[in-house]
């Protein structure tokens, strides 16, 4: 045997012995199910699971995002390359589908898996953003992106960023400062642009920068009827109340009028309708006088509902018919 294959057997075997001393070596393992477990993640898409209704595909897009970044974190462990993904994002949909709990939720498991340091939201409008004279807009986004670094900055209406009919607008400097930061601060910040489907995808042809750095696009459904009476008892369950029976059919009866009118903000108009119906429910209890039962204050009856001028085919509000 040669003197150089000696040479390279000696160092073949230093190699080996060095990755088996540090972890690296090809048979190296780690254990998933307890870096999960470790990790805490599964208590935060529980918690999703619990507080939203429906949204199969977008909570299974979250718990995918949270494999990714759980696999990377145990590659980094047994020395493999480790890229930090960009985890930039679009919620598209209509109002009350549940974009800003998602985006509460998806910091607190970025956090969790040490993708960034706080895991606080940070949510803004245009307003947050763009100032009112040259040179206030910069610094203005700046300061919000400082107190966004470390979690997630979730900004509603994105689109409004941009008026390119405004000649005098200064959206585009905010947009510029935005594009900046989401390049280069990736690890400690994730953005979150939300708004209108239709809307969102007019900004992104008109930004294509924008959109080369959002890598996760979610598009947030309507909610059903049936998924709407779901909600509703979730939050009444929460207060302490009930629909009666026929209440019960009341408001679905409400529900499939109230989806048809402008305006319509899924759970957010379910919250309203709910609120409304407390409100009338009180009045009832109160000019009825006498006394109730624990039963009487917390059941909702069908006139709690009927009273909405959503069934007159009038726009939903508190004022019941008889005042129009």
Partial sequence: MSEATDEQNEQGSKVSASSASDGTADGASVDVEAAFRDSEVREVLDKLDQELVGLAP??????????????????????????????????????GTGKTTVAMRMA?????????????????????????????????????????????LFI????????????????????ETLLQIMENEREDLVVI??????????????????HSRVAHHMDFPDYTVDELKEIAGLMLDEQEYRLSPEAEETFREYLELRMQQPNFSNARSV??????????????????????????????????????????????????????
């Fill in 193 to 210: 642009l939300a708004g209108y489907k239709d809307r969102m995808d007019r900004f992104f042809r008109n930004n294509p920068g924008m």
């Fill in 108 to 152: 607190e498991i970025l956090h969790r898996l040490e993708f960034v340091e706080k895991g606080h939201l940070v949510a803004v409008t245009r307003d947050d953003l763009v100032g009112e004279y040259v040179g206030h807009t910069a610094p203005k986004t700046k300061e919000v992106l400082k107190k966004a670094r470390g979690g997630v």
């Fill in 58 to 95: 977008i909570k299974t897009r979250i718990k995918e995002i949270a494999a990714l970044l759980l696999v990377d974190r145990l590659r980094r462990e047994v020395g493999l390359a480790s890229v930090a993904p960009s985890l930039h994002m679009s919620f598209t949909g209509n109002p």
């Fill in 271 to 324: 919250r309203n309708a709910l609120d409304r119906a407390r409100l009338r429910q009180a009045n009832r209890l109160f000019d009825g006088g006498g006394r109730v039962t624990k039963d009487d204050l917390s059941t909702i009856e069908p006139g709690d509902f009927l009273a909405s001028r959503v069934f007159d085919g009038g726009e939903d509000g508190d004022q019941p018919r008889e005042q129009r």
């Fill in 156 to 175: 509603d209406e994105a689109y409004y960023l941009h008026k390119p009919e405004n000649e005098r607008d200064y959206g585009s400097e905010a947009i």
